[in-house]
């Protein structure tokens, strides 16, 4: 099923570069870094590299999505109904497409799913599309690289930890406010970073289990989660300026309007066929008055 939505959302794209002029796919030239193996110091220089060459300093990024999508990466969101899913990338048709899981309302898991997917295309291009052909401890190497990547992209070492002042769960409170990450990607950040020890780490994960917020951390029913709009916004354009009616979009994409409205994060509705014949429309009628 998600094959296919990628597909679809391939087709959406492609069907709307008719009319519209999307960002060209922008990411750093990596090739310095194919000989090298991937290890822990390899993957904090891709992450520098890429903010970089992204003219991002050492500032927090408060809305990846509208990052990636700024940068030619085809973006959006829907319920992907699996726990074990997050997010995932695919490339169909030399277009690159991320799908977020649009399950677990948070802007800080979202953030971290987006850069963890951009992780992947810029370390595992090659094999995203084919990983039935990895064995366990193979994908399983490749998320842990990847969540290194979206830890130091996000969380760049020396503004960072220039920050952390106090290993308490109440200051990585007010530190998620600023970096918009989660508290627990933080504190992993920490151990990683060998500034807090591996008993400190434990602690600070048991604490969490027992206040509960695994699932659901404090300031996630807060911070603004933010959603993909490119293919919304070419859709509304094309409509605004008459250059398809809703009926037309759906009879050029030949996919349901549910799918359309879902893949392109349109309200459910917006494409509902409008009459635009005023000879189609019922005639008024009202009691007469008596007297």
Not at 19 to 29: A, K, M, Q, S, T
Not at 85 to 92: K, L, Y
Not at 135 to 141: D, H, I, N, W
Request: proline share 4%; with cysteine; hydrophobic share 40%.
């Amino acid at each position: 099923m998600q094959r296919i939505r990628v597909k679809w959302v391939a087709k959406i794209h492609s069907y709307l570069e008719q009319f519209i002029d999307f960002p060209e796919l922008n990411l750093p030239d990596t090739t310095r870094f194919e000989d090298k193996e991937c290890d822990n110091l390899t993957i904090e220089e891709l992450a520098l590299l890429t903010r970089n060459y992204w003219e991002l300093g050492d500032k927090p990024i408060s809305n990846m999505v509208n990052l990636l999508e700024k940068h030619g990466i085809v973006v959006t969101a829907l319920e992907i109904n699996d726990n074990k899913i997050d997010a995932f990338c695919q490339t169909r048709e030399k277009r690159t497409i991320i799908i977020l899981g649009d399950d677990k309302k948070s802007a800080a898991r979202r953030n971290f799913d987006c850069a963890h997917e951009l992780g992947h295309l810029l370390m595992h291009r090659h094999i995203i599309d084919d990983q039935e052909q990895l064995s366990r401890e193979e994908l399983k190497r490749m998320e842990a690289q990847a969540d290194r990547f979206a830890s130091a992209f996000l969380l760049p070492q020396e503004a960072f930890i220039r920050m952390v002042v106090s290993p308490k769960l109440e200051h990585f409170k007010d530190l998620k406010r600023y970096w918009k990450v989660s508290m627990a990607a933080m504190i992993r950040r920490c151990y990683d970073l060998d500034y807090i020890s591996e008993n400190q780490y434990k602690y600070l994960n048991k604490q969490m289990a027992f206040r509960k917020m695994k699932k659901k951390e404090p300031l996630d029913d807060v911070l603004h989660v933010p959603s993909p709009t490119l293919l919304s916004r070419a859709i509304e354009m094309i409509l605004e300026h008459g250059l398809k009616t809703e009926e037309e979009l759906i009879i050029d994409l030949q996919l349901p309007q549910k799918d359309i409205e879902m893949l392109s994060t349109l309200k459910p509705g917006r494409l509902n066929p409008k009459s635009r014949n005023n000879n189609d429309q019922v005639a008024t009628i009202s009691l007469k008055e008596k007297g």
